[in-house]
């Protein structure tokens, strides 16, 4: 089974601030690698599909990079609305989650 | 407006059964693979199980394998999970989820861009 891990776990952040999230995966997944964004009581909503390609009607502040086991999302500008848990996601083989990034406020 | 509708989650006994439901709308539901993810009581998402479109294939993670099932009727729009000998690490909430595809080299790429509101499975004497 393909195993992810996300760092850090959680991280606090000020609006307008840049932010970067990490994703590894156990084995290469090539660029089978999704981002979601959770707000509590929420479903997940997805950002980032095939590692680096914005879903319909995210905002541009979101980017996805990487490929083979090690994946990045960035916000480039962080908004209020971004306050929020991120996960990633692999679609190499089944579907696997990774255990998730808090992003609160500083 | 595309939709999804969970519904069937509730309090049942550890060994138990149920049966949850999606209803689809919006979309035309025959043409996407459809997934269940569950979300225990303040922990991570967890992908639960994936059907081909037309239910020739079938995934599961390892943890409910042998105990859930998941189908669907094209017909009526609807996805399925049948969730027998339920355990107390089963609860949680319960989303179903579109799964939308693009070509890619060697796989297409999959991810799940719609969801529905999810319903609560208790599992609990």
């Known amino acids: 089974d393909i195993q992810m891990t996300q760092s850090p776990s959680s991280l606090s952040a000020s609006v307008g601030d840049r932010v970067t999230i990490t994703c590894r995966a156990s084995?290469?997944?090539?660029?089978?690698l999704n981002w979601y964004q959770q707000k509590p009581g929420k479903a997940p909503k997805l950002l980032i599909y095939a590692a680096s390609s914005l879903q319909s009607g995210v905002p541009s502040r979101f980017s996805g990079s990487g490929s083979g086991t090690d994946f990045t999302l960035t916000i480039s500008s962080l908004q209020p609305e971004d306050f929020a848990t991120y996960y990633c996601?692999?679609?190499?083989?089944?579907?696997?989650f990774g255990p998730g990034t808090k992003v609160d406020i500083k | 407006e595309v939709q999804l509708v969970e519904s069937g989650g509730g309090l049942v006994q550890p060994g138990g059964s149920l049966r949850l439901s999606c209803a689809a709308s919006?979309?035309?539901?025959?043409?996407?693979?459809m997934s269940w993810v569950r979300q225990a009581p303040g922990k991570g998402l967890e992908w639960v199980a994936n059907i081909k479109q037309d239910g020739s294939e079938k995934y599961y993670v390892d943890s409910v394998k042998g105990r859930f099932t998941i189908s669907r009727d094209n017909a009526k729009n609807s996805l399925y999970l049948q969730m027998n000998s339920l355990r107390a690490e089963d609860t949680a909430v319960y989303y179903c989820?579109?799964?939308?595809?693009?070509?890619?080299?060697?796989?297409?790429?999959?991810?799940?861009?719609?969801w529905g509101q999810g319903t609560t499975v208790t599992v609990s004497s």
């Open positions: 084995q290469s997944i090539s660029s089978y």
């Open positions: 996601q692999q679609s190499y083989r089944a579907f696997t």
């Open positions: 989820a579109r799964v939308r595809s693009a070509a890619g080299t060697p796989y297409y790429y999959y991810a799940m861009d719609v």
């Open positions: 919006g979309f035309t539901f025959s043409s996407y693979w």
